[in-house]
């Protein structure tokens, strides 16, 4: 099985594919915040995709993130499929 996705490894892949200086940290109030409001545009979430894809030797299929908002939702969703990968 391959190793999940941690909240602290999103964020920081996050910021790096934002190009951020100030670092949003992952904790408990950001994971159900949306991440527009986290100021993370759809490109940001995109590349981040393509990153963790990449990083985690994982295929992430663009339905399978379609409806993710949070990042909560989206570690959900990664880690189910590094769990069956």
């Known amino acids: 099985m391959a190793k999940a996705l941690t909240v602290e490894r999103l964020f920081g892949i996050l ?3 934002a ?4 670092p949003v940290t ?8 949306e991440f527009t409001e ?3 545009d759809s490109l940001a979430l995109l590349e981040t995709t393509a990153r963790v894809s990449q990083e985690y030797h ?3 299929p663009e339905d399978e993130l379609a409806d993710v908002r949070t990042p909560a939702a989206f570690l ?5 499929l590094l769990a069956v990968a």
């Open 76 to 80: 959900a969703a990664v880690n189910r």
């Open 19 to 22: 190009g951020e200086e100030e």
């Open 58 to 60: 994982v295929e992430i």
């Open 15 to 17: 910021r790096e594919c």
């Open 38 to 40: 986290l100021g993370y």
């Open 26 to 33: 992952g904790t408990k109030d950001t994971l159900d915040v």
